[in-house]
């Protein structure tokens, strides 16, 4: 297996001390690019020439004696310099850079063919903040001899340069589906901001330049800024039993999200339990009502528009003797992007006996997606009408697929476009797609942006809000007072013969699964003469007395 060694350097005053460093007696820690990671490992290159100038913007401005095989490189996107005037003509280079991508959830493409790409054409954002890795592609010239070569990422963040370096040997063209036939760079989270802009780098092993991207100056990564993701656990005792929420539990629901979601960090905080009343069942007993409970506790709690609630159940000591064949394992609305007290969801977490720990984590993805605003992903969902409407057509993403490699920060491995689906459907494995990623960013940022001074000045309504109970039953719930809400549709009102008396604004919230979810009503508009009930039939309801 064809491994490598990845190390930053930062602050290297030249990369003649760069080199040193590596080839000194001093133990450091390596990462191999293969899973696995030795420490006490020195890398050592195969040759060492003096470095001079290398660390600068045109690499070394003289090979060494007796330099690489091919011929000294200008320091250029790796093109040969033209020689003096009326030597022979020169070769091709040895080797090119193909494409540059970075990594973070999902793969974003830097630079193809040599040229850069525009961070306006990229199908999902990079994120300041966030881990990322980077991949170097090369094309060799059939006169390419295999051997070891040097890659060298410069980044700069303000006034600050530091370089990571990926030592790799060469001996064919990069593949996609092969990490070790690239150049690894692993770039840490505080190495990455909104003003970070880079340079990729292809050196001998004695330093000698080969090629570089861009060809002068650095690439701006046009990182993107997004705060947390802020969640708050609240375990429901259901049935007698408690969910796990200890640090081992908590600490693979942070990961889990920190891999799948936009957000630069997961911040999660626990409430004290809460009892639920009622027995929850895996036919779908309670659940409506475990649901509505979740909204209640945000709302009680006052918490900020950018905290997201979640409750977790456990309605059994195990997995299995909660879910012997089916079983219903999150519920929530797909929620608008206005409205603050949708922001919620609940599900099925570890269970008294540790079972179910992987769901867990993958259930609270999919069901906080639903509360970002993402509908289902075509994959394992009986009802089509369940599923988001403006999901990619193309094959790409066809069946749910996520449409762009992937890598696990946590797995040290790709993830591949197939057969892996979005965690938005009921399909595995599960990864994210560009879809859901691009949206559930947007969705945060959103969130994020909202003024709560602007929120201040505007004049609450007074709202009735029925709920449609996954069975169809209608019943109100406590009225509500918001800010401005949208209300695109409308609802009949009906006299004691049922007849048309009027109609009023509304908006249906519904559950990402199944019928069911939530109307929203203008109290002013229901007070018309001769009214006595609001019809929901069309949202999968009946007639609910006013």
Known sequence: MLCSAVLAIRSASSWGAALAFLTGAAAVGVSTGCGESEKGAAVAPQAQGGCGDCGGEGGASEPPAGGAPGGSSSGGSGQVGAGDAGSPPALPPELTLDALSIFQTLEIPLMADGRSLAVGTRAVPLVAGKRALV?????????????????????????????????????????????????????????????????????????????????????????????????????????????????????????????????????????????LSYPVGADDAGWDKALDTIYELREQAAAAPE??????????????????NS?????????????????????????????????????????????????????????????????????????????????????????????????????????????????????????????????????????????????????????RLKPSPSLPGKVALLDSRERVVASTPARFTRLDHGRGGKVWLPERTLKAPGAVSVDLRPFGGGLLAL
């Open 307 to 324: 905290v997201f609630y979640y409750g977790l159940l456990a309605p059994a000591e195990s997995y299995d003797a909660y879910c012997p």
């Open 327 to 479: 079983c219903l394992l999150g519920l929530a609305y797909i929620a608008d992007e206005r409205d603050e007290s949708e922001r919620a969801a609940i599900g099925v977490g570890v269970f008294p006996n540790g079972t179910g720990d992987g769901d867990a984590e993958d259930t609270a993805a999919h069901e906080l997606g639903h509360a970002l605003g993402r509908d289902h992903a075509p994959c394992g969902i009986s009802d089509p009408s369940d599923t988001d409407p403006d999901w990619p057509a193309d094959a790409a993403h066809k069946n749910a697929l996520i449409g762009a490699y992937g890598y696990d920060f946590e797995l040290q491995r790709l993830i591949k476009p197939r057969p892996n689906k979005d965690v938005m459907s009921y399909c595995s494995p599960a990864w994210v797609s560009e879809y859901t990623y691009a949206g559930i960013f947007d969705r945060l940022q959103a969130i994020h942006a909202e003024s709560p001074a602007a929120a201040a000045v505007q004049v609450p309504q007074a709202l009735r809000v029925a709920r449609i109970d996954r069975s169809g039953r209608s019943h109100w719930l406590a009225p």
């Open 135 to 275: 991949r170097a592609f090369v094309e060799l010239d059939a006169r390419f001899e295999a051997r070891p070569l040097l890659g060298v990422l410069d980044i700069r963040t303000g006034e600050r340069e530091h370089s990571v370096l990926s030592e790799r040997i060469i001996s064919g063209p990069s593949a996609p589906d092969d990490l070790a036939s690239t150049f690894v760079f692993e770039v840490a989270a505080e190495d990455l901001a909104a003003d970070s802009a880079y340079r990729v780098r292809v050196l001998e092993t004695d330093t000698t330049p080969l090629a570089r991207f861009p060809e002068t100056g650095f690439d701006d990564l046009g990182a993107r800024a997004l705060g947390p993701f802020r969640l708050v656990l609240v375990p429901y005792v259901a049935n007698g039993f408690t969910p796990k929420t200890g640090e081992a539990e908590l600490a693979a629901l942070r990961r889990r999200l920190l891999a799948l979601y936009p957000s630069r960090d997961v911040e999660i905080s626990v409430s004290p339990p809460v009892t």
